[in-house]
C-alpha cells in the first residue's frame, strides 16, 4: 500500500505562482511515474504534468506548458509542481498520481484545493 499526501494548494491572484507537493510513502515501492491532474466540478478529471522513473523528458498538457514544471526527488519519492503565471481557469483541485513499476498499480493522492482569483 501507498500514501499519497499532496500540500501547497490555496489561493492565488492571476498571475501568481503556487508550488505543490506529494509525497508517496509505504513499503518496498518503486515508482513507475508520478503526476498530476486536476479536476473542476462537473469536469472530468484532466491530465496536467508527468515525469517518468529516470526523469527522462517530462509531459505536459498544452494549457500549462511553459508554465508549470514538474520535477521528482527519486530519493525522498516526491514530485513537485511549481505553477507559474497562474490563470483563473487553472482553478480546480489537483491530484497527484503514482504508477508504481510494472505499470499495474496506480494510486491517488485525496487532492488539494488550487484557486486562482481574477
Known amino acids: 500500500q501507498v500514501e499519497l499526501v499532496e500540500s501547497g494548494g490555496g489561493l492565488v491572484q492571476a498571475g501568481g505562482s503556487l508550488r505543490l507537493s506529494c509525497a508517496a510513502s509505504?513499503?518496498?515501492?518503486?515508482?513507475?511515474?508520478m503526476a498530476w491532474f486536476r479536476q473542476t466540478p462537473g469536469k472530468e478529471r484532466e491530465f496536467v504534468a508527468e515525469?517518468?522513473?529516470?526523469?527522462?523528458?517530462?509531459s505536459y498538457a498544452d494549457s500549462v506548458k511553459g508554465r508549470f514544471t514538474v520535477s521528482r526527488d527519486l530519493a525522498k519519492n516526491t514530485v513537485s509542481l511549481e505553477m507559474n503565471s497562474l490563470k483563473p481557469e487553472d482553478t480546480g483541485v489537483y491530484f497527484c498520481?503514482?504508477?508504481?513499476?510494472?505499470?499495474?498499480?496506480?494510486?491517488w493522492g485525496q487532492g488539494t484545493q488550487v484557486t486562482v482569483s481574477s
Open positions: 498520481r503514482v504508477v508504481l513499476a510494472g505499470g499495474m498499480t496506480v494510486y
Open positions: 509505504g513499503r518496498g515501492f518503486r515508482t513507475y511515474s
Open positions: 515525469v517518468t522513473w529516470n526523469g527522462g523528458s517530462p
